[in-house]
């Protein structure tokens, strides 16, 4: 049997703050003085992933910047967030345009952000019996594993430091199934999205929870039928307490609410967005903002990797074709420092 086909989706917006925070000293421009150093970085990216993933088919989804149906829910919804720094936002504002001209389906949903864009696409691939890579620094797409669908998370350290996660990895990395995943980080919360979890309930109190009984609504239904020594005897009377403290089902039925999903967004026909793309496009949308690559475009363009040149030039620093390894465990993770929390 033939391998289906492999489409991979791209979170522009994490990937273009990796990329800003990554390339801030280096501080290229284009020709009209406009900062570019973030959009270079995340062409690269995909560049990248393409070189090794070998995808038949690309999207790249970016968050609505205007309207959030999320925090229209909750207003508190990465209210703390500070506001981004002006080179930042002009790059981020940029870059469906850029892409778009380059050839890459790109899609801005409205009042929704690239994590739906994501959801919605690999149920697309799926309903189409195709596989996905989902590309992200945000481990909230860890839910939408499957048969069909991995995750590859970029952390600090780029795609060195890449871990792709399917259905088996997962278990290993966090103790839960796929199908658990959402109700796994409502109990933990999230800060960087400004939702609390509950107190006291770290990713292994969680796991340990929810490997017992299979999810939130079975907990609630052990605490509200009188079986409350049930969940004692897995997490311990103090962790059960918390469960059953003023506001905690609230709080969690609030993440839950947040953190799904939508797999129904409109996304593009899976045969408008097959590779290759056209060399001489790509490469001209990107001069147009002062950015020169060639030869690294090679896996979305149909050419060939390219050989290694011994004397160093100026085109093409970025991505370089040095092995790859993914690693199998998130144990050594670095956590993000202040200025990168927006990444997540």
Same mark, same amino acid.
Not at 31 to 57: H, T
Not at 206 to 234: C, I, N, P, T, Y
Not at 287 to 307: E, K
């Given at each position: 049997?033939?391998?289906?086909?492999?489409l991979?989706?791209?979170?522009?917006?994490? @990937?273009?703050?990796?990329?800003?925070?990554?390339?801030?000293?280096?501080?290229w421009?284009?020709?009209?003085?406009?900062?570019?150093?973030?959009?270079?970085? &995340?062409?690269?990216?995909?560049?990248?992933?393409?070189?090794?993933?070998?995808?038949?088919?690309?999207i790249?989804g970016?968050?609505?910047?205007?309207?959030?149906?999320?925090?229209?829910?909750?207003?508190?919804?990465?209210?703390?967030?500070?506001a981004?720094?002006?080179? &930042?936002?002009?790059?981020?504002?940029?870059?469906?345009?850029?892409?778009?001209a380059?050839?890459i389906r790109?899609?801005?949903?409205p009042?929704?952000?690239?994590?739906?864009?994501?959801?919605s696409?690999?149920a697309?691939a799926?309903?189409?019996?195709w596989?996905?890579v989902?590309?992200?620094?945000?481990?909230?797409?860890?839910a939408?594993?499957?048969?069909h669908?991995?995750?590859?998370?970029?952390r600090?350290?780029?795609?060195?430091e890449?871990? @792709?996660?399917?259905?088996?990895? @997962?278990?290993e990395?966090?103790?839960?199934e796929?199908?658990?995943?959402?109700?796994?980080?409502?109990?933990?919360?999230?800060?960087?999205?400004?939702?609390?979890g509950v107190?006291?309930?770290?990713?292994?109190?969680a796991?340990?929870?929810?490997?017992?009984?299979?999810s939130?609504?079975?907990?609630?239904?052990?605490?509200?039928?009188?079986?409350?020594?049930?969940?004692?005897?897995?997490?311990g009377?103090?962790?059960?307490?918390?469960l059953?403290?003023?506001?905690?089902?609230?709080?969690v039925?609030?993440?839950?609410?947040?953190?799904?999903?939508?797999?129904?967004?409109?996304?593009?026909?899976?045969s408008?967005?097959?590779l290759?793309?056209?060399?001489?496009?790509?490469?001209?949308?990107?001069?147009a903002?002062?950015i020169?690559?060639?030869?690294?475009?090679?896996?979305?363009?149909?050419?060939?990797?390219?050989?290694r040149?011994?004397?160093?030039r100026?085109?093409?620093?970025?991505?370089? &074709?040095r092995p790859?390894?993914?690693r199998?465990?998130?144990?050594a993770?670095?956590?993000p420092?202040?200025?990168? @929390?927006?990444?997540?």
């Amino acid at each position: 049997m033939s391998t289906p086909p492999l489409l991979l989706v791209l979170d522009g917006n994490s @990937l273009l703050h990796r990329a800003y925070h990554a390339g801030a000293g280096e501080g290229w421009l284009d020709q009209d003085g406009r900062p570019v150093w973030a959009l270079r970085g &995340l062409v690269g990216f995909i560049a990248r992933a393409a070189a090794y993933l070998r995808p038949d088919a690309l999207i790249v989804g970016f968050d609505c910047p205007d309207d959030s149906a999320r925090r229209a829910d909750f207003p508190g919804y990465k209210a703390h967030r500070p506001a981004k720094a002006a080179d &930042l936002a002009e790059q981020l504002a940029g870059a469906p345009e850029l892409l778009t001209a380059a050839g890459i389906r790109t899609v801005v949903p409205p009042a929704y952000e690239a994590d739906d864009v994501l959801a919605s696409a690999a149920a697309a691939a799926r309903t189409a019996g195709w596989r996905s890579v989902l590309m992200t620094s945000d481990r909230d797409s860890f839910a939408l594993i499957d048969d069909h669908t991995s995750v590859l998370r970029i952390r600090n350290g780029g795609l060195d430091e890449a871990v @792709l996660v399917d259905h088996a990895g @997962l278990s290993e990395l966090c103790g839960v199934e796929p199908w658990q995943y959402r109700d796994f980080a409502a109990l933990r919360g999230d800060p960087s999205d400004n939702l609390p979890g509950v107190r006291g309930f770290g990713e292994a109190t969680a796991a340990k929870l929810l490997a017992a009984f299979g999810s939130m609504d079975a907990v609630w239904m052990a605490l509200d039928g009188g079986q409350e020594h049930l969940v004692r005897e897995v997490v311990g009377a103090r962790a059960t307490g918390r469960l059953l403290a003023d506001g905690v089902r609230e709080t969690v039925e609030r993440n839950q609410r947040l953190m799904r999903m939508r797999a129904d967004l409109p996304v593009p026909e899976l045969s408008s967005t097959r590779l290759p793309l056209n060399l001489a496009t790509f490469r001209i949308a990107l001069r147009a903002r002062g950015i020169n690559l060639g030869p690294s475009l090679w896996a979305l363009t149909g050419g060939v990797p390219p050989q290694r040149d011994p004397e160093p030039r100026d085109e093409d620093p970025i991505p370089d &074709l040095r092995p790859w390894v993914f690693r199998k465990s998130m144990t050594a993770r670095r956590d993000p420092t202040p200025g990168q @929390l927006s990444l997540f």
